[in-house]
């Protein structure tokens, strides 16, 4: 509550003691106020904000563009960063104001001092210096799950978004008919996707990481051209099926004849992932078995 003092003439001021003893004021008024709403805003504070998100920084680099380097943290203590050549995942800790990370995917380890500046901001002060990550707002190209090895998950609506923006920044008749996920040393899956425009018989590559992408036109090309379907199980639900535990190294979408080994195309084979381990099981599954269940 706030306390308004109210009183008539004010008393003429006393010399000053050498001690706390001095005679009491004379008596006063006291009125008590109701505090004026606080406002609907939530101030942010730092000491207790979460570094949970998705971060990025831009690295600077002679006669270059910036690079940008993207570091999701996980509520489960899991990390990824995205950075090319410079790419690792692994685990982090926050105790405090204070962070442990350990790379699995490299050598690499760190820790030391955080802090948040502003709900946008986060600051570390690790072994090698400070680094200020601002937050992404933008989603990634495709999502991942953490508890697969960070594989593609909704692989088919990525797909679908992809193949809507060839349509219209490409051909407006392109079609998806090859789709390959790879797994780099850096523990980061990359996304190719081939594209054909059935019109004048070109294709089109696009490669995606999580948060880039490149493209490469060709002219006319010799391929298996058998669209791609609209609705397939994710890589990770096939190396369920096919029982493999260890990360995927690849696995291409396809149709493929079951008798050449998963290694030749065949129009009228059920689509299927051709999946290849770093460890434990690697072979064809179907594709479309949980849809028709």
Known sequence: LLIAVLAGRAPAPEPETAGPSRAPDAPREVVLIDPPDEPDTERFNPSTAEPYG?????????????????????????????AGPYSHSGRINFTGRVYTLKSQTSVYEDGGAFFRPDPDTIVFEGRAGR????RV???????????????????AEALARLKAEMREGWRPDAE??????????????????????????????????????????????????????????????????????????????????????GNTFDAAAPVGWSLLAEAGPSGLVDAGQALRR
């Open 131 to 134: 680094s200020v990550w601002t």
């Open 176 to 261: 998806p008919v090859r789709l390959e996920i790879e797994r780099n040393q850096h523990g980061i899956y990359q996304m190719k996707v081939s594209f054909h425009s059935p019109a004048d018989g070109t294709g089109m590559t696009v490669t995606r990481d999580r948060f880039r992408s490149s493209e490469f036109a060709m002219g006319g090309v010799n391929w298996f051209v058998k669209p791609l379907p609209e609705s397939f199980i994710d890589p990770g639900e096939a190396a369920q099926a096919l029982g493999t535990r260890a990360p995927i190294k690849r696995a291409q979408l396809g149709y493929f004849n079951r008798r050449g080994g």
């Open 54 to 82: 998705l971060w990025e920084m831009f690295m600077p680099l002679p006669g270059q563009a910036p690079f940008r380097h993207v570091f999701e943290i996980r509520p489960e203590g899991t990390y990824t960063v995205d």
């Open 137 to 155: 707002t933008a989603p990634g190209y495709f999502d991942i799950d953490p508890s697969r090895h960070n594989m593609p998950v909704k692989v």
